[in-house]
Every structure is written in structure tokens, then in C-alpha cells.
T-cell receptor, first 113, second 114 residues
Framework: DTGVSQNPRHKITKRGQNVTFRCDPI?????LYWYRQTLGQGPEFLTYFQNEAQLEKSRLLSDRFSAERPKGSFSTLEIQRTEQGDSAMYLCACGTSGLWEQFFGPGTRLTVL | AQSVSQHNHHVILSEAASLELGCNYS??????LFWYVQYPGQHLQLLLK??????LVKGIKGFEAEFIKSKFSFNLRKPSVQWSDTAEYFC????????????FGGGTRLMVKP
């Protein structure tokens, strides 16, 4: 257990619905990352925060994807108008500026029917 | 843009066999290199990392990796695998970008037969 928690662990939704995932990082880690992992592939970077500032979001897959970290602690990732192609594992990781290691949470598995 | 290739998608070994998993990256500048492992039903865990210095790095559970700059490679090795090493292994690169975003390879699924 890395100390990073993600909720829910599994989410099944119908196409067109909105979903929101939450990540609670290790409390003293100021950086928070979101990745997506599809079957048979490695994690793919989506976005990251340093404290509450979202410093990189150009890799978000479409404008249906958005993320927030309002108080620099937990973060949410929202997908609007879900599509079947959004089915994947969504991973959260955290770290600190100046240290290269990232600690990963267990992920949220999304299934879009 | 940086990319990572792991050429072995599936590897099956018997216990006590030696392991070498290939990882090649594409990036023109200084890199930090990582191997992560994902045991069945568990989250990604860091196995070992290379930032600078001795190109042969040792990680947990008897794993080691060698950075060969001229070959853009960072292969993972273990002299004698155990059944408990059954897992998926991911090589990752950070091209020294300010945000430390990782680029992962596609992973190698290792099965060790008892």
C-alpha cells in the first residue's frame, strides 16, 4: 500500500453519462498525476498538478476530460459524455518536486457500456 | 517526444531461470529511468531507478538494471527468478522535464512456472 487511495475502485456507466473519480494522495506530496491505462498497454500520462495549479493538461484526451485539485490535496478527474473508448484503468500518482519517484494508487477501472 | 519500447510482451520462465527484459527509449537529452512492477491484483510499485552515476543499479527483490547510454537501453535482469516474480513489468522514462511526467513502455508480462 503506497498510501495513495482512489475511489471508486470500479465504475460501470452507460455511454453518454458523466463520471467523476477521486484521488487522495500522500499528504505531504505536492505533485499529483493522472494516467490512463488500457488493456495490454502501459500507463499514459494525462495531466498533473503542483499543489492546486494544473501545470500540464495538453495530454488530456479530449475536452470531455477535466481535472481539478481545488485545495492542493485530493484531486478529481471527470469525464463527460462517456464513450466506450473511455473504458480503461485510471491511475493516480503522487510525488514531490525535486524527487523523481512517483507513488501510484490502485486505480479506478471504468467500464462504459 | 520521448517513447519507450519493451520488445518482450510475454515471457514464461521456470523457477531459477535467469531473466532479462529489454527496454529501449527514444529521447535526445538526459533521462531518468525506472522499472515498475505490478503484481496480480496490486498497484504499480517502483522496482528500481536510475538518475546518474553507476549505470548498474540494484533494486528490490534481487533485481538490477543496466543503463547503456550508447544503446538507449535500460534492461532489467535477475539471476534466478522465483514464482513470486510473476507480474507485469513496465519500463518508464522521464526526459528530465520540469513536471516529471513518465512515459511508459507497453509492459512485459512475466509468468514463472513453479
Amino acid at each position: 500500500d503506497t498510501g495513495v487511495s482512489q475511489n471508486p475502485r470500479h465504475k460501470i456507466t452507460k455511454r453518454g453519462q458523466n463520471v467523476t473519480f477521486r484521488c487522495d494522495p500522500i499528504s505531504e506530496h505536492n505533485r499529483l498525476y493522472w494516467y490512463r491505462q488500457t488493456l495490454g498497454q502501459g500507463p499514459e500520462f494525462l495531466t498533473y498538478f503542483q499543489n492546486e495549479a494544473q501545470l500540464e493538461k495538453s495530454r488530456l484526451l479530449s475536452d470531455r476530460f477535466s481535472a481539478e485539485r481545488p485545495k492542493g490535496s485530493f484531486s478529481t478527474l471527470e469525464i463527460q459524455r462517456t464513450e466506450q473508448g473511455d473504458s480503461a484503468m485510471y491511475l493516480c500518482a503522487c510525488g514531490t518536486s525535486g524527487l523523481w519517484e512517483q507513488f501510484f494508487g490502485p486505480g479506478t477501472r471504468l467500464t462504459v457500456l | 517526444a520521448q517513447s519507450v519500447s519493451q520488445h518482450n510482451h510475454h515471457v514464461i520462465l521456470s523457477e531459477a531461470a535467469s531473466l532479462e527484459l529489454g527496454c529501449n527509449y527514444s529521447y535526445g537529452g538526459t533521462v531518468n529511468l525506472f522499472w515498475y512492477v505490478q503484481y496480480p491484483g496490486q498497484h504499480l510499485q517502483l522496482l528500481l531507478k536510475y538518475f546518474s552515476g553507476d549505470p548498474l543499479v540494484k533494486g528490490i527483490k534481487g533485481f538490477e538494471a543496466e543503463f547503456i547510454k550508447s544503446k538507449f537501453s535500460f534492461n532489467l535482469r535477475k539471476p534466478s527468478v522465483q514464482w513470486s516474480d510473476t507480474a507485469e513489468y513496465f519500463c518508464a522514462v522521464n526526459g528530465n522535464n520540469a513536471g516529471n511526467m513518465l512515459t511508459f513502455g507497453g509492459g512485459t508480462r512475466l509468468m514463472v512456472k513453479p
